[in-house]
């Protein structure tokens, strides 16, 4: 469990559950999902003095789900969002762990970046001045948030630009932002692999194998489309939950309501980047393979083609051989001592101008490709 207090531009790492919360300041509990099933007493108490307030039984059973899709619901105390996470698994992990993509991309095959990105769920407890995550164990996009933020302590050099949460929701906001763009760095690999088999696929001379991998890559693109659509509705839910929050009273407080928006806004243009992204790859796995079989179809059209004229060529010869080997004592040339030699001549000539015909109507030729 990490547990941070941020009082204007300073932020404090404690190992205990906080007792009070900062003067104009938050604090930020986050913690395993083990952890939280656990220690949900003390935690529950703890929000209870930072706050007079504690989690519902059914938002209890939320943050434990490991399978529960990304939603948002709310009470008049809180708010609380369930997001599945895009994040990368280190690449040693097994294909067995606990909670990535479903079982598609964890089946032998597909692209290796498929299998490292795991969609566990973290859930947010949002409160005025608290914000509980239950994230999973060793959540990397916890960890390397937390090094983020540790950067500004006093010592360190703030990033240009950098500026701390003010809010609960802000915060929240850029840990749900970092899990989305953590999706968006792994785009160019799996862009570069799925464009590796279309190239296989639309080779007509090769013989493509791997059909077994890109049919469980299209349904873990499926499967992600899916995730994100459900990250989409939560957080355009959020949206939407916000514009009914009091008007602020102040002009910073109002400042802040704007910046809250802005930010929600970037997060749900940067899903629905990644939704784009991935629709885009599963119309290009499904456009290769068309192409591919088209392809192929195309060539076994050229070679029956090519089959049927030469088939055609000798057919007429096929007739003269016939004739010639009737048993008939009395057939023309037959008793000619240059009689082979006209029939063959006569067959020569004809296959010749068969073959010129066919060649000038394109039946010999191939396809251009």
Partial sequence: MRIFSFQGSTITETDTLPTS?????HVWIACARSEFEQQQAQIQATLQRLTGL????????DLLNQQLPSHYDYTSQYDLLVFRRLATRPAEAGHGAAAGLASPSQMKGGPPVLHRIDTSPVGFALFDQVLLTVHPADCSVREAFASRLLQTVSGEARPTGARLPSHPADLMLRLVNQMVDGYLELRRELTRQLDHW??????PRTRFNNWSALLQARLALHHLDEICEDQRAAIQDWIDALETWPDAQTLPEQRERDLLKVRSRDVLEHI????????????????????HFSAQS???NDIMRTLT?????????NLIAGIFGMNFEFIPLIHLQNGFWWAMGTMGVIALVLIVVFWRKQ???????
């Fill in 198 to 203: 279309q190239n296989a696929l639309l080779k």
């Fill in 272 to 291: 629905e980047r990644v939704v784009h992204h991935v629709r885009r790859l599963e119309q290009s796995a499904e456009t290769a393979v068309q192409m």
């Fill in 21 to 25: 919360v900062p003067d104009k300041g």
């Fill in 298 to 300: 195309n060539r076994t």
């Fill in 309 to 317: 004229a030469l088939t055609a060529v000798f057919l007429p010869l």
């Fill in 363 to 369: 039946y010999l030729a191939r396809t251009q490709r």
């Fill in 54 to 61: 504690q989690l519902v039984d059914l938002h209890i059973s």
